[in-house]
């Protein structure tokens, strides 16, 4: 299901796609205010595949089973909600909007996949079970979100990367197994580092000796 894309010769590697572009045959729009629910979605193995996609505010998207694609739910809205999917995608499981709450989904990635990608604010990201190899299970570049509960297994990837002037956000009782670095805070230079980040509570196995908890 495709709405209102220009990429016409993609279409079909597309799952469901939200779409604010226009065409010749119809105008854009941002598409809000609808709900995926149920559906079972397998897509193509290709950069352009974005299994399903959200462009819009107030959608929620719940019960799915998601496989293939490049990534699995990606909400480009507001005020989205992403609920008790499962997700399989080949380079991000779910990228997330502004306002969005991601909360009990399972997602199983490839290798060099990342679990959920926060780029936006005041996000809510609770409830998952991950479980990747060598990319950040949840990869934040943003403020204000709200991080907590989550069940992160992988072997050489960051459980937690925080980058970028990520600041203000609470990580909390999150689970964290991994061979690498369980919370990762990243500096991109002297001015562009993460801040005023709170950690509480989080249970943090490293079993390789020469690895850190917290960086």
Known sequence: IIVQTPYNKYISLNGIYFSVYGTRLID????NNNIISHNTIKGY??????????????????????????IGISSAGTNNQIINNTIHATETGISAGTQNKIIGNIINLN???????ASSNNCTIKNNTITTTNR??????SSNNLIENNIITTQTGYGISIEKSSTNNNI????????????FFKQQSIKNKPTNNTLINNNIDTTSLDRKSVV
């Open 45 to 70: 193995d290709s950069v352009w595949c974005y299994t399903i996609q959200m462009m819009g505010n107030n959608n929620l998207a719940i019960n799915n089973t998601v496989s293939g694609g490049s």
């Open 172 to 183: 909390s009782n999150n689970t964290i197994n991994t061979q690498s670095t369980g919370i």
């Open 136 to 141: 950040p299970w949840i990869s934040v570049s």
């Open 111 to 117: 290798d060099n996949a990342i679990g959920i990608s």
């Open 28 to 31: 854009g729009g941002i598409c």
